[in-house]
């Protein structure tokens, strides 16, 4: 058995001393580099991570190969290992010179072209990138409506060492969406459908749109919003496709989607799943948003509500290291939905390291995150953190990223941020029947880089001139937020209601969120008024001439629910806000309230309910001076010109003490082919205005004037237009009534 186990042990040993002998590596000597012409020995040494008197071997060998492969500067590499000697048989990739576009009118996009293209003037001329440069410009000018254009490329040859390349474009006409449908199992018609897609039918109102042009881009986001409209009234499983279009000709496309929106699904059961960590009766107000959807069609969006306020709770709570899922299970027509609760990893941040701010300090930067070097780290407080900075409005993006620190409980945080132009100019002007307005802005965005706000806005009409300076100190984290200061100078004319009057004010104010859907705001303010009654104003009227000033101090809270801010369809919005006397020449209170409620009655009516009431009380024995006084625009009080409705002192409108507005519409769906893109709605309309304290002889007519109507809007191709015409149902005497009224306004 010994000589059976010996024999055994040198059968083994003989088989693996060549396989020994083939990996044995040797020790590099020397490095011998030939056909580089442009590229150093050196450089080449450091990209190939070549290291004399280190072993080198088969493997070592093809690394080498590999390093210097992706450095693209050769055409051709070939490796010899020979007596300790490397040798480097180099044939470098030619250089391109200059890239040449023909063809393209747009200088602008020829640079756009150049800056996409993988091939670079003054680098390696790597001919195989040709083929993938060409579909590049196909993809870019697709994005634009050039979906049929044609690219040629040819290369003209300087030396040996050296290429042009010129690519020649001729990239025909736009194509234009002559018409979108839909077919399938839609369940939602056709008008709601092509409101919600981003895509639109070319007419010829419509030449400033640019989706009206056919393109992938547009299609994909299309898709995504149709998407999760269906999402958001029950139809969980919804299947949408556009992979069938009509191509008329090259310049037109008939866009068709095909949907299938499946069954419609109810919420049967909303249930918390709370780690015993933590407790349990934390988490009990979720059991209100719950009642509220039982029984209610399926909306990912209601799922995120909920979501949210998890997250309110765990960070009102100051919960660490808390992490949250949601379960969904689909049943026949219901899903039941469970929220996860529970303990996460302890991690730690390490470090967080800002990049790509040129113009921003970063000191900027880091005060709006909720995360600091040594916290504990959290999704949650990193994507509220990221969401700050990209509401600052300064950076074009904003991305994060995170890595393992030096031990397995710590993060690395990057976050890297685009900077955006943060200048802006704007001008606006409108005409209606009541008059023409005139509007111009200028505003920088991010002030000395300090994230700061400063603008100026000139406002002018038939009655007032008025040009204010604000400026926005975001970084002052007063009571969690900025301060905003504003100084501002109106000139009033006003010969209807007996004066003119030139004021001045000066502020500072701040807003903040008070807890979810609750915010609050506070200001200062200090104003001169110069007021000065006609010749033709009455003798009681004429004694508020005078300059009166005064320092302000005001107060407001807004709940806001709606589902979105443009053009809400569900939800309300309610505000009060009240001024005080500091100090005043003749003291008033201002109390304002608004409140509007959005209610979906159809998937194509949405209904809306305004209420507006406002008071203006002197203190003491003081009056309010006239050009403080109430009054109503044309806007709430469709039908009456405006600020023509209440008391009367002679011949002048001069407000009143009091105004009240009720306001009710609802969209007309259908009333107009869709390809106009035209809003119409019916409206009903109440208001007053009344109290007169300087005055008790005044008539204040006491009677609640009315109308109704039929509101129109369209976005033109010069801007918006709106058409109201109206009736009066009840008005009186004294007032003065308008059928019709329209306003264009635009920016350019």
């Known amino acids: 058995m010994f000589y059976r186990g010996k024999i055994i042990y040198y059968f083994f040993f003989l088989i693996l001393i060549p396989l020994n002998l083939n990996l044995k590596a040797e020790v590099l000597d020397k490095i011998i580099i030939n056909g580089n012409k442009r590229v150093s020995d050196e450089t080449i040494i450091l990209y190939g991570k070549i290291k004399i008197k280190e072993d080198i071997n088969e493997q070592k060998v093809n690394e080498i190969i590999s390093n210097l492969n992706s450095t693209n500067f050769f055409e051709d590499i070939n490796v010899e290992l020979k007596n300790k000697t490397l040798i480097l048989n180099l044939k470098e990739y030619p250089i391109l010179n ?12 020829s640079e756009e072209i150049k800056k996409n293209l993988t091939l670079k003037e003054k680098s390696s001329f790597i001919k195989s990138y040709l083929v993938k440069d060409v579909d590049i410009i196909k993809k870019l000018y697709s994005s634009v409506g050039y979906n049929f254009v044609k690219v040629e490329t040819k290369v003209n040859r300087i030396n040996n060492e050296k290429f042009d390349l010129m690519i020649e474009i001729d990239r025909g006409k736009k194509t234009k969406i002559s018409s979108i449908k839909f077919i399938g199992d839609k369940k939602i018609k056709d008008k709601k459908l092509r409101d919600i897609v981003a895509s639109e039918e070319d007419r010829f109102w419509k030449f400033i749109s640019r989706n009206t042009n056919f393109n992938q881009k547009l299609i994909d986001l299309d898709i995504r919003l149709l998407k999760n409209f269906y999402k958001s009234i029950g139809y969980y499983d919804v299947t949408i496709s556009s992979n069938s279009a009509e191509i008329n000709d090259q310049e037109n496309i008939n866009l068709i989607y095909s949907i299938d929106a499946g069954t419609r699904y109810t919420i049967d059961k909303i249930t918390t799943n709370v780690d015993p960590v933590f407790d349990n009766k934390l988490f009990f107000p979720l059991k209100k948003s719950y009642e509220k959807l039982i029984g209610k069609y399926y909306s990912p969006f ?24 949601v379960e969904e299970k689909v049943l026949e027509k219901t899903i039941s939905i469970k929220f996860n609760i529970y303990e996460g990893k302890r991690e730690l941040v390490e470090r967080i390291n800002i990049t790509g701010n040129s113009i ?15 916290d504990p780290f959290t999704m949650l407080n990193l994507n509220k953190s990221i969401s700050k900075l990209k509401a600052r409005r300064i950076f074009r993006s904003v991305t994060p990223e995170v890595l393992e620190g030096s031990k397995k409980n710590l993060k690395l945080i990057n976050i890297n941020v685009e900077e955006m132009p943060t200048g802006e100019i704007s001008a606006g002007a409108g005409i ?4 023409g307005s005139f509007e111009a802005s200028v505003s920088e965005n991010n002030w000395l880089g300090e994230g700061k706000k400063l603008d100026f806005n000139i406002s002018t009409d038939s009655e007032s001139l008025s040009g204010t300076i604000n400026y926005t100190d975001p970084n002052y984290n007063f009571l969690g937020n900025s301060l905003n200061y504003f100084v501002s100078s109106t000139q009033n004319d006003k010969p209807d209601q007996g004066y003119e009057n030139n004021l001045f004010a000066a502020g500072i104010n701040t807003g903040f969120e008070q807890f979810k859907d609750i915010y609050t705001n506070l200001g200062v303010s200090i104003s001169h008024d110069d007021l000065t009654t006609l010749d033709s104003a009455s003798e009681n009227l004429k004694k508020q001439s005078g300059s009166f000033s005064e320092l302000l101090g005001s107060y407001g809270i807004t709940k806001d629910t709606r589902n979105r801010a443009f053009m809400p369809t569900s939800g309300s919005i309610v505000s009060f806000n009240q001024s005080l006397p500091i100090f005043a020449d003749k003291q008033a209170i201002s109390n304002t309230f608004r409140a509007t409620k959005y209610k979906s009655i159809t998937n194509d009516v949405v209904g809306a309910g305004k209420l507006y009431l406002s008071a203006i009380n002197g203190m003491g024995e003081d009056d309010v001076r006239i050009s403080k006084r109430k009054s109503l625009s044309a806007k709430r009080l469709r039908g009456f010109e405006r600020n023509k409705v209440g008391p009367v002192d002679g011949s002048d409108h001069i407000g ?26 019916l409206f009903l309309d109440f208001g007053n205005v009344w109290g007169v304290d300087y005055d008790d002889s005044i008539d204040e007519s ?4 009315s109308s109704t109507g039929l509101a129109a809007s369209w976005l033109s191709p010069i801007g918006p237009l709106s058409f109201v015409f109206s009736t009066n149902l009840s008005k009186a005497d004294t007032d003065k009534t308008e059928s019709f009224n329209f306003n264009l306004g635009t920016t350019f």
């Open 432 to 435: 209606g029947t009541d008059g």
């Open 302 to 325: 209601e799922i995120k509500n909920i979501l949210e306020d998890i997250d309110e709770i765990i960070d009102k709570n100051n919960l660490q290291f808390v992490e949250h899922n």
């Open 702 to 705: 006491n009677e609640i004037r």
């Open 98 to 109: 200059q890239i040449l576009i023909v063809g393209e009118p747009s200088k602008k996009l």
């Open 360 to 374: 921003t300090n970063e000191s900027i930067i880091r005060a709006e995150l909720l995360l600091d070097e040594g």
């Open 656 to 681: 009143g003490n009091y105004v009240a507005a009720l306001n009710f519409e609802a969209t007309l769906p259908n009333l107009l082919p869709e390809a106009y893109k035209t809003d119409v709605g």
